[in-house]
């Protein structure tokens, strides 16, 4: 299931299909437009704080409704989606979990952990999140 959630928002994110309504002081996504199934539109609020944080809102004729697809435990495909925008704009790609242990073993090749939560919801995941590097870094590293 979180296999199918991580192709899904890849593949919007990675398609350019995420819009960005408004930034941080920093210049960072705070509040993206992402697409859903059946010509549905999510917005997603991003927080930066100790962990990421997602709040994701169905845009209706009545106004917002939450994502029910941050109910059991779960962090929705669009908010994934969302973050996987801002991650590839500021040149950062990352891998994503459930759990820690597995977060452990793939920091190991030299990524930077960092939780994912749901703010409307017990859902949670891990980000492994690989450092930026030079073109000329990775040519030294792989040739010496």
Excluded at 9 to 35: N, Y
Excluded at 65 to 79: D, F, K, M, T
Excluded at 94 to 104: G, H, I, P, Q, Y
Aim: charged share 30%; aromatic share 6%.
């Amino acid at each position: 299931m979180l296999r199918e959630r991580v192709e899904k928002a890849r593949e919007i994110a990675e398609h350019e299909l995420v819009a960005v309504l408004k930034r941080d002081e920093e210049g960072r996504p705070k509040a993206l437009l992402v697409p859903g199934g059946e010509g549905k539109q999510y917005q997603v609020l991003i927080r930066r704080n100790a962990a990421f944080e997602t709040e994701c809102f169905l845009w209706t004729a009545l106004g917002p409704v939450p994502c029910r697809g941050n109910q059991n435990g779960h962090v929705c495909y669009h908010s994934l989606a969302a973050v996987f925008a801002a991650a590839r704009e500021a040149g950062f790609r990352f891998m994503v979990t459930d759990s820690l242990e597995n977060a452990e073993r793939l920091a190991r090749i030299g990524g930077e952990i960092k939780e994912l939560r749901s703010r409307q919801g017990s859902g949670h995941l891990f980000l492994v999140i690989l450092k930026k590097r030079s073109a000329q870094k990775d040519l030294d590293d792989l040739f010496g």
